[in-house]
């Protein structure tokens, strides 16, 4: 659920292997569908954590019918986990979920959760290798790298050329957005004691650490490519809380966050203008700055200086599948560049 060294030389070798879609020039501009909203503003939706269990399952697709009805939507983020910690990772499973994501009618973009893959060797969930469930995930979400899901489809940059088709990027009204494969369970570095492992396996290792590297090559990438265009903000989604507030976190849950924990304060710091972090994960709504002056994870993740700059922005997940999140990114010159709301959902879930 939720220690290893990175070699400077390894993320700049994988910044020059990104995959940039034909005419993107770095970054892919959706532009907006027209359907409603204030014309001098961009509205998309993040959601996480869902569907949780059978009567999630049952109304997802009614959930998705409300976002496809929002008119000022104009795109939708999942911020990975797309089924609970206690059921099987079945290909059909998989199957179903991507035949509801294809519902989405405007543009729709996955990252990965832990319950996914990285969990599945638990006996509940099917006692399977993690890594042949990942690689069953990027066949079944990633079939078409370096385009969203959804119904009206358009292109991003993508990782692909270096195997993580799911890492992709794009910019909107002057906001640099990119998704970050990190997962729990202490970015799979935790054993997968259902298959009889007592410690992270070199495969597993190796994974990890090629995973890391790419996201921090991501950040890095997405800093430089805003910094270059003046770009307004910076946002990234992804899976993993890595900074939970609703436990006590040890290092044996974090640790392999360390390095791109530190890579956030350094770019966010050197950009100097609003940086936002959109993840799931710990099933609560949250906005924090959890790497501000004074914060504790400074210390925890053994960094001298702050990015006060950066927000932390948690969606509602698991039993408070309530709600999505409507972000918008304001008219130019306004500096307060995202805001967002929870939308509660019209129908609620069984139970």
Known sequence: MRPTTRLATLVLALAAAVTVAPGSAGAVDFGSSGLGGDPGTYTYAVIGDVPY????????PTWIAQINADRAVDMTFHVGDIKNGSTKCTDDYFALIRKDFDTFRRPFLYTPGDNEWTDCHRANNGAYNPLERLAAVRK?????????????????????AIGFPENVSLTQRGVAMATLHVVGSNDDLQPWTGIGQTAATPAQIAEETARINAAITQVRTTFAQAKARNDRAVSFYTQA?????????????????????????????????PVYLFNGDSHIYNSDTPLATGSKWLSFYGIKDAAD????????GSSNNKDYLRVSISKPNDPKVLSWTRVPYTVQAAG
Do not use: C, H, W
């Open 140 to 160: 079944t979400f990633f079939s078409r790298p370096g385009r969203t899901l959804g119904q009206q489809a358009r292109p991003v940059a993508s990782q692909n």
């Open 309 to 316: 700059n950066l927000t932390r922005v948690t969606v509602d």
């Open 53 to 60: 269990g059978q009567p999630q399952i049952d109304v997802f």
């Open 241 to 273: 809380d890595m900074f939970d507030p609703t436990y006590a976190v040890t290092q044996n849950d974090d640790s392999a966050f360390t390095p791109l924990v530190r890579a956030l304060v350094e770019e966010s710091r050197s950009f100097g203008k």
